[in-house]
């Protein structure tokens, strides 16, 4: 078979180039789409402020389903990736201020989201920092449900009632969450703020803000580099997105990520 031009003029590809290059314009129109809903969002006058919620880029912890917690683990090379693609798909957004976690994984993830969006006052925030796991902190799911069978089934069934040996439970993160928001709120603090931090403190912080207990942990999703977005008025919140990934769909090849 000839290869080059055919009838109609047009390149000739192989299937599975042409497959790629499908991803890649999908991928593209996807964050175009996202890029023009962030940008129509940012100019409200009804609003007081803004609440970005973006979680760190994947670190090997994650891929490899280990425990971390406290554990200050750097992105890996698909993490660096999803933390570039956020920054991307935020670009359009003029941030007031960003607080991070102490932990590297997130002190990264917000270096890519200034490197794309510019000079921004960064703020390192305790309260942002994630759970700690105790005697979990390090260990593969696999192993510790092998160790724990019964906590690990109450984690999964019942979160709010588990407080990890040597740890913290979901009772103390919520604390930390209602301390920085409370706090946040009397400031004044007006337009739109980013908060770069963990799958724990995201979850727990979307839960406040939609009234709901922690035993609703489980009904919220936060995959790795995802963002979600609450508008804050004075007498409500009101949550605009959650757990968007179309930004990372040119790496992962699907929306969702990893809620681990």
């Known amino acids: 078979m000839r290869r080059g031009r055919d009838q109609d003029n047009s390149v000739w590809q ?7 290059n499908q991803k890649k314009v999908q991928a593209w129109k996807y964050r175009q789409i996202f890029n023009g809903f962030l940008t129509s969002i940012s100019d409200n006058i009804h609003i007081m402020s803004r609440i970005f919620l973006l979680r760190h880029g994947e670190t090997e912890g994650n891929a490899e389903r280990i425990y971390r917690g406290r554990w200050d683990l750097p992105l890996n090379s698909t993490g660096k990736k999803q933390a570039a693609r956020a920054g991307e798909a935020l670009k359009s957004i003029k941030f007031s201020s960003i607080f991070v976690s102490p932990l590297r994984r997130a002190r990264e993830t917000a270096a890519a989201i200034i490197a794309a969006t510019g000079d921004c006052e960064l703020i390192t925030e305790q309260n942002l920092i994630d759970i700690d796991y105790g005697a979990w902190t390090k260990r593969p799911a696999a192993d510790v449900a092998a160790s724990h069978p019964e906590l690990t089934a109450m984690w999964a069934r019942s979160p709010h009632d588990v407080g990890f040996p040597e740890g913290e439970s979901l009772d103390d993160v919520r604390g930390r969450i209602e ?53 804050l008025r004075r007498d409500r919140a009101t949550l605009v997105f959650s757990n968007e990934t179309c930004h990372l769909r040119s790496i992962n090849g699907k929306l969702g990520v990893v809620d681990f």
């Open 14 to 20: 192989s299937p599975t180039l042409a497959k790629k």
């Open 179 to 231: 301390t920085l928001f409370g706090d946040f709120s009397k400031t004044g603090v007006e337009g739109n703020v980013l908060f770069v931090s963990h799958r724990v403190p995201i979850k727990v912080a979307l839960c406040h803000f939609l009234g709901l207990p922690n035993a609703s942990f489980w009904s919220v999703a936060v995959d790795t580099a995802s963002i979600s977005v609450i508008n």
